[in-house]
């Protein structure tokens, strides 16, 4: 069982960067605790206009599937898009994360009591106790969302796939509009949501500051190779596999 452990760390030297979500978990059980405490009320009046629609929740639970699909794909497939990925998404949802944790936010236009029963309302009952609609500012599921989509976009094999893209960008735009349909977030939240997930997607894939970093670790590593050779083989590894 250790030699299959050691073997899988030798080919898949990047799994280390998984240890984030036991901190991002951790993190976030610990603002649902919070849920009953005091905090800011998130609205705007087009909230008002939305309607309630259980079928969105469908699209809303695919999300997992979505973002844990390109993630498992650029993993084991493509490593250098794979660290472009999880830049994109880890700093999205630590910035979440602190937002959350020093301005507490929620929102109210949840349906306290439903007219109807059937599947669709039980799976959206369930998600109401599952994520409580606090901690909802800017919205993780719009940014990550996004941020799955236009990993796609940007790979290689998938840019003469159109069905392929646009299914993804189909979904990518359900699991949106679901945050606002199922009453779990203000369109305040994934107004801001679409525009940091803009922001980021210019400074990972659009600005070439990757690629200037990678340019300047490895200058680095060219001059400072003599004098530390297993240092610079350490930081050459990862600079090499982010390369573009």
Request: include cysteine; charge should be positive; hydrophobic fraction near 50%.
């Amino acid at each position: 069982m250790l030699k299959k452990y050691k073997t899988f760390l030798n080919d898949y030297p990047h799994a280390w960067t998984i240890l984030y979500f036991a901190v991002y978990i951790t993190w976030f059980v610990w603002l649902e605790s919070r849920a009953s405490q005091p905090y800011h009320v998130i609205h705007f009046p087009l909230d008002d206009y939305i309607p309630f629609c259980e079928y969105f929740v469908i699209p809303y639970f695919l999300w997992f599937a979505y973002i844990a699909a390109v993630f498992l794909w650029l993993f084991f497939k493509d490593r250098k898009n794979f660290y472009k990925y999880i830049l994109f998404l880890y700093t999205g949802m630590t910035l979440f994360l602190v937002v959350s944790t020093f301005y507490p936010n929620g929102h109210l236009l949840r349906p306290v009591e439903f007219e109807r029963d059937n599947i669709f309302i039980r799976m959206v009952c369930f998600l109401y106790w599952a994520d409580t609609s606090t901690n909802i500012l800017p919205s993780i599921h719009v940014f990550n969302s996004i941020a799955a989509h236009m990993a796609l976009v940007h790979l290689p094999d998938f840019r003469h796939k159109k069905r392929t893209v646009g299914c993804s960008c189909i979904l990518c735009v359900s699991i949106i509009l679901s945050t606002m349909f199922l009453k779990q977030h203000s369109c305040v939240d994934v107004i801001l949501g679409i525009t940091l997930a803009a922001a980021m997607n210019q400074f990972v894939y659009e600005s070439g500051f990757l690629v200037k970093a990678h340019d300047l670790v490895g200058k680095l590593v060219s001059e400072y190779r003599d004098l530390s050779p297993s240092f610079s083989r350490k930081i050459h590894g990862p600079a090499k596999d982010a390369e573009i």
